[in-house]
C-alpha cells in the first residue's frame, strides 16, 4: 500500500489541476446532492421497541389525537403580577388564531380550561346540593308514605274487627267490601307511590356515586393547572398532529413565531424544548476561534503561513464535502440534528491533522534537499500510509456504533465514518496536488536559503531510566484514577429545559413551570390502562376513578387527571404529574415502579409514555449497549494493532491505557456537566449526563487514541528493527513523533474545545469530553505512561508468537521499505 500512496502522490504532484479539478467537480455533485435530498433535521432521539415506544404505538392507534407532539408557550407578567384582563385578552387572541397554524391540531386556551376547571367544581358542589335536597324530599315523602300505610293498617284493621262482628250476628256485609275495596285501592297507590319513591332514590344513589367519582377524579387532578396560583402565569398547550420524530421544525419555528408575533406589554413570553430546541449551528464563533488556535499551532509547527494554511484549507473543505454529502440523506433517513455536527467536528479535526502528517513530513525531507516531487511522493507512502490506517481506526470505531441497533446512533456514526473518510481521501490526493503547485514556497523564504544546508547535528538521545519509567506509571495511573473518582455517580439523561443555557427560550419555560407549577409539569407522564370489553359508561368511570387512585397512591406522585377514553372504551389515558422534574433519580423510579405494577383489575394493565418516559427508555437502552459496543471496538481495533505493531503487548498497552484516560475523561465530564464544576464560568447548567455521549467518546476517542499510539509506535518500532536496543529505540521513536503529535493533539483540543461554547447543551458536552479525552490521552497516557510501559518491557513489547508472525501481512505502516526504495538523499 505504501508503494500504491507513494504513485498516487507524484501523480497528484505532477497532475495537480487534474486532481484539483476532480474534486471541484465531486463537489459540484456533492452540492447538488444537497440540494435535491435536503429535506431538514430534527431535533428529537428515539429507540426503537423501548416500553414508551410500544405505549404510543398504541396511542396511535386507538388514540390518535393523543400520539402527536405537543409544547408549550408560558406567559409570565415581568413583575410577578397577576395577570391583567387586558393581557389575558391578548393571550387568548394568540391561542384563538394559533388553530390555523401548520400541524397544529389544538391550541389550549388556558384561562377557559381553568374556568371549566372552576365550573366544573361549581356545579359538582351544586349537584351535591341538590343531591342532598333531592334526599330530603324523598325522605320526606317516605315520611308521609308511611303515614299513609299506617293510616290504611289502622283501618285494615277496624275493618277486620267489623268483619268479625258481622260474622257473629249474621248481618251483610255488603258495605265492608266496598270499604275493603277502597282500602286496597289505597294500598295499590301507596305501593305504586313507594315503587316511584324507591326508583327515585336508586336514581339519586346513582347520581351520587357518579358524583362521587366526579368529585374523586377532580380531587385527584386538582394539582394540575394552566394558571398559577397567584395568576401571574399562563401555561397554553399546543397539541401538533404529526408525532415527535415526524413534526417538522418549520412548524415548530412558525409556532414561536406567531406566539411572539405581538408584543403583550409586562408579559414575557418563553417555550418547551418540545419546541424551542431547534437545529443549532452547525458551525458558530467558538469553532471559528477553535480553527484559529488551530491555524497558530500550525504556523508554529511549519514555520510558514503558507504551509499552515494548506491543512486548514484542505480539511475545511472536506468538512464542507462531508457534511452537504450526509445533509443529501436527510430526506431518506430521519437524521438528529447533531449528526452533521459529529461530523464537522471530526472532519476538521482530522483533516487538520492528517494534512498535518504529510505536510510535516514533505517539509523536513524538502530542508534535507529532496526533490519537490521525489519528496511528495515519498511523504505520501510513508506518512500517507500511517494516516490511511489511522483513518481506518477511527472508521472501524465508528462505524461499529451501528452494532448498538440504535438507529440514531449507527447513523452519528456512518456520518462521521464518512466525514473521516473523505479527510483520509483528501490528505493522501489533494494535499499532495497542492504541494506539487507550492514546490518551495511551502517554505519560509528563510528556511529556503538553507535548503540542503539546514540539517543540524541531533542531540544524543537520553534513555529514560527505570525508577523514572516507574514513578511516572505509578503518578499517571494515580492521576487517571483521581479524575475517574467522578465516573462512579454517573447518571444517564437527556437535555431538559433545565439543562439549556441559561436565558435561553427553553430555560426560561422550564424555570417558570418549575417555580410556578412544581418541577412535575415539566415532566408530565402519560399513562394508559387497559379496560375489559364491554363497560357501560358508568362502569368505564368507576375504573377511571379506580385507576386512578391507584396511581395517586404511589410514592412521588403529585396529581392525576383521566384525559381521554377510545371509542371502544378498551383504552383510557391519564396525565400523571410526578414530584420531581423530568431528569429526577425519583421520576426515573417512579417510571419503573409504574411498570412493574400488577394488574390493577381484571385486565386492568398500565403502560407509561411520554418524553420524561421516552428519555428514561433511551438512556437505559444507550447505557445497557454500552459494554458490549466496547468490547466490540477494543476487539477490532486490537486486530488492526496487532497487524501494525507486529506485536501483543504494545496493542495491549494501548487499550488499557486507552480505558484509564476514557475513565478520567468520564469523570471530567461528570465533575463538570453533572456536579456543576467550573458550570457557571463556562455557563452550563448541571444536570445528568447526555445519555448517548458515553458511547461516542468510546468510539472516536479510541479512534483518536489509537492514531497517537500509531504515529508515536510506528517510530519506536521502525528504530528496534533497524537495530536500535529497545529502550533507545523507545527513546528515538518517542522523540521523532513527539512534535507533531503535541501539535496534532493541540489542534484536535482546539477544535473540540470551541465547541464547547455552542448554543446547544448536546454538542457543548459532546465538545468538552472529546477535548480532555484528547488531552488526557495524548498528553498523560501516549507521551508518558505509554513510553515508561514500553521502557520497562524493552524487547519483550514487540514480541510476538511466531506462527502469528508468519501468517500476518507485512503492511509497513512506517514505510520503511518504500524509503530503502525511494530514498530521497
Known amino acids: 500500500m505504501a508503494e500504491l500512496l507513494y504513485r498516487l502522490g507524484t501523480f497528484a504532484a505532477r497532475r495537480a489541476w487534474v486532481v484539483m479539478g476532480a474534486w471541484l467537480v465531486v463537489l459540484a455533485l456533492t452540492v447538488g446532492g444537497f440540494l435535491i435530498g435536503f429535506k431538514g433535521l430534527g431535533s428529537s432521539f428515539d429507540i426503537p421497541g423501548t416500553a414508551s415506544g410500544a405505549v404510543t404505538e398504541e396511542l396511535a392507534k386507538k388514540l390518535p389525537a393523543m400520539s402527536g407532539a405537543s409544547g408549550t408557550v408560558v406567559f409570565t407578567t415581568e413583575d410577578g403580577s397577576a395577570l391583567s384582563a387586558a393581557q389575558r385578552a391578548e393571550i387568548s387572541a394568540l391561542v384563538a388564531s394559533g388553530t390555523s397554524l401548520p400541524d397544529v391540531a389544538a391550541v389550549t386556551d388556558p384561562f377557559v380550561a381553568e374556568q371549566q376547571r372552576a365550573d366544573q367544581a361549581t356545579q359538582r358542589a351544586d349537584g351535591r346540593e341538590q343531591i342532598t335536597a333531592g334526599r330530603a324530599q324523598l325522605d320526606a315523602g317516605q315520611t308521609q308514605l308511611d303515614i299513609g300505610l299506617q293510616q290504611l293498617d289502622a283501618a285494615q284493621r277496624q275493618l277486620d274487627e267489623g268483619r268479625q262482628q258481622a260474622a257473629a250476628v249474621g248481618a251483610p256485609t255488603t258495605s265492608l267490601d266496598a270499604q275493603q275495596q277502597q282500602l286496597d285501592a289505597g294500598k295499590a297507590q301507596l305501593d305504586e307511590q313507594q315503587g316511584a319513591l324507591t326508583a327515585s332514590r336508586n336514581d339519586l344513589e346513582a347520581q351520587s356515586t357518579k358524583a362521587d367519582l366526579g368529585a374523586q377524579i377532580l380531587e385527584l387532578a386538582k394539582g394540575i393547572r394552566q394558571v398559577s396560583e397567584d395568576g401571574s402565569t399562563a401555561i397554553v398547550n399546543i397539541a401538533f398532529t404529526e408525532p415527535r420524530l415526524e413534526l417538522a421544525q418549520e412548524s415548530k419555528d412558525a409556532a414561536i413565531e406567531h406566539f411572539q408575533s405581538v408584543t403583550i406589554d409586562g408579559v414575557e413570553v418563553a417555550f418547551s424544548t418540545d419546541i424551542a430546541q431547534g437545529v443549532p449551528q452547525i458551525f458558530g464563533v467558538g469553532e471559528v476561534i477553535g480553527v484559529i488556535v488551530a491555524g497558530i499551532v500550525l504556523v508554529v509547527m511549519l514555520g510558514s503561513l503558507i504551509a499552515a494554511a494548506l491543512p486548514l484549507v484542505t480539511a475545511i473543505f472536506g468538512v464542507a464535502m462531508g457534511a452537504l454529502s450526509v445533509l443529501a440523506f436527510s430526506g431518506a433517513v430521519q437524521m438528529a440534528s447533531v449528526t452533521p455536527v459529529l461530523g464537522v467536528m471530526l472532519g476538521l479535526a482530522v483533516g487538520i491533522d492528517y494534512s498535518l502528517f504529510i505536510v510535516n513530513r514533505h517539509r523536513r525531507q524538502l530542508l534535507r534537499g529532496a526533490d519537490v516531487r521525489e519528496s511528495i511522493g515519498l511523504a505520501n507512502g510513508t506518512a500517507g500510509n500511517a494516516v490511511a490506517f489511522a483513518g481506518m481506526t477511527v472508521i472501524v470505531a465508528l462505524i461499529a456504533l451501528n452494532v448498538t441497533g440504535v438507529p440514531f446512533l449507527g447513523l452519528m456514526g456512518t456520518a462521521g465514518a464518512v466525514s473521516v473518510l473523505i479527510a483520509v481521501l483528501i490528505a493522501i490526493t489533494l ?300 527513546a528515538q521513536g518517542f522523540r521523532a513523533g513527539r512534535s507533531v503529535v503535541i501539535a496534532a493533539c493541540l489542534i484536535m483540543v482546539a477544535v473540540f474545545g470551541g465547541f464547547i461554547f455552542s448554543e446547544s447543551t448536546i454538542i457543548r458536552s459532546m465538545g468538552f469530553g472529546l477535548a480532555v479525552g484528547v488531552l488526557l490521552d495524548a498528553f498523560i497516557v501516549r507521551m508518558l505512561l505509554m513510553p515508561a510501559l514500553m521502557h520497562l518491557l524493552g524487547k519483550s513489547a514487540w514480541w510476538i508468537p511466531r506462527w502469528l508472525d508468519r501468517i500476518l501481512p507485512d503492511v509497513d505502516v512506517e514505510g520503511a521499505a518504500l524509503e530503502r526504495k525511494h530514498h530521497v538523499l
Open 431 to 730: 494535499t499532495p496536488a497542492i504541494l506539487g503547485l507550492l514546490g518551495t514556497r511551502l517554505l519560509a523564504r528563510k528556511a529556503r536559503a538553507h535548503i540542503g544546508h539546514s540539517l543540524t547535528t541531533d542531540k544524543p538521545v537520553k534513555v529514560m531510566s527505570t525508577v523514572r519509567s516507574v514513578v511516572t506509571i505509578v503518578l499517571t495511573v494515580a492521576a487517571l484514577l483521581t479524575i475517574a473518582i467522578p465516573t462512579l455517580s454517573l447518571r444517564l439523561g437527556l437535555p431538559d429545559g433545565g439543562s439549556e443555557p441559561e436565558g435561553s427560550l427553553s430555560s426560561e419555560a422550564f424555570t417558570v413551570i418549575e417555580k410556578e407549577f412544581g418541577p412535575g409539569a415539566n415532566s408530565p407522564l402519560l399513562v394508559t390502562a387497559t379496560l375489559p370489553a364491554g363497560l357501560d359508561e358508568e362502569q368505564v368511570l368507576q375504573q377511571q376513578a379506580q385507576v386512578a387512585q391507584a396511581l395517586a397512591d404511589q410514592d412521588d406522585v403529585s396529581a392525576v387527571a383521566p384525559i381521554a377514553v377510545s371509542e371502544d372504551t378498551r383504552l383510557v389515558a391519564f396525565q400523571v404529574l410526578p414530584d420531581g422534574g423530568p431528569n429526577s433519580v425519583s421520576t426515573e423510579n417512579l417510571v419503573r415502579h409504574l411498570r412493574e405494577l400488577p394488574p390493577l383489575g381484571a385486565g386492568i394493565e398500565v403502560g407509561v409514555a411520554g418524553l420524561a418516559a421516552s428519555n428514561i427508555d433511551i438512556s437505559e437502552a444507550l447505557a445497557s449497549v454500552l459494554p458490549m459496543y466496547l468490547v466490540v471496538v477494543v476487539g477490532l481495533s486490537l486486530l488492526i494493532m496487532i497487524l501494525v505493531f507486529r506485536s501483543l503487548l504494545v496493542p495491549l498497552i494501548a487499550t488499557g491505557g486507552f480505558i484509564l484516560s476514557l475513565a478520567a475523561t468520564y469523570g471530567a465530564t461528570v465533575a463538570v456537566f453533572q456536579w456543576g464544576w467550573g458550570a457557571e464560568f463556562l455557563g452550563i447548567q448541571p444536570g445528568p449526563i447526555l445519555s448517548f455521549l458515553p458511547i461516542i467518546l468510546v468510539g472516536i476517542l479510541f479512534g483518536l487514541a489509537m492514531d497517537y499510539q500509531l504515529f508515536l509506535a510506528t517510530g519506536m518500532r521502525e528504530a528496534f528493527v533497524h537495530g536500535a536496543h529497545a529502550r533507545l529505540a523507545v
